[in-house]
């Protein structure tokens, strides 16, 4: 839910100086509202769950907490309808591309790249990034062709299955467990446009 129009925007992050640093740099925008910030997951989590912004910024390494940034933002988004951003400090691909995948994000930004932090919210907000559909292809990279296949069946495409009652349901299993979800709501909540 957007107030006047406005992209919501609640960050998770424990380095104040950087709370600071994203706060200044979206409070001088028209578009965007910084609602409010958590250092610790738990307090993100709770807070993402009452005020119900349209993107967390999550910072990814919140050590010393009971979660992660990709426990945390993983929580959020199977939770709420907001979309997560990681921040990271960390530039390594492998990083970043496995906590992308494991915290279902729609991104990541690197915390040396914040000028661009305004422009990435707004395309983040707008709807699907290039950044998030190589993020769900690369999660959905975990499935055989059968499985992606009800997958897409799941999601309501127009598909042609020509497998049995019995596979098909042991299919939706290993994409649950492939996927680390419990049941459809959760998938078609992550995945459903």
Not at 72 to 90: C, D, G, P, Q
Not at 120 to 133: D, M, Y
Request: hydrophobic share 40%; aromatic share 6%.
């Amino acid at each position: 839910m957007k107030i006047c129009n406005k992209i919501r925007i609640l960050l998770i992050e424990n380095d104040i100086d950087f709370v600071y640093l994203i706060r200044n740099t979206i409070e001088h925008t028209e578009d965007i509202h910084f609602c409010t910030y958590a250092e610790t997951a738990l307090a993100g989590l709770e807070l993402a769950r009452s005020l119900n912004p349209d993107i967390v910024l999550t910072d990814l390494n919140l050590s010393g907490n009971q979660l992660d940034g990709i426990g945390v933002s993983r929580k959020i988004r199977l939770s709420t309808n907001a979309k997560v951003l990681l921040l990271t400090s960390f530039e390594e691909p492998s990083i970043i591309i496995s906590a992308s995948k494991e915290s279902f994000a729609s991104g990541y930004i690197f915390k040396s790249q914040c000028r661009n932090l305004c422009e990435i919210i707004r395309e983040t907000a707008a709807g699907t990034t290039v950044q998030e559909r190589f993020i769900q292809e690369l999660i959905l990279q975990e499935l055989s062709s059968a499985e992606r296949t009800v997958f897409d069946m799941m999601l309501g495409r127009d598909v042609e299955i020509l497998s049995s009652e019995k596979t098909i349901a042991n299919q939706k299993t290993a994409i649950f467990k492939k996927l680390g979800l419990k049941n459809q709501h959760e998938l078609l909540h992550i995945f459903q446009p």
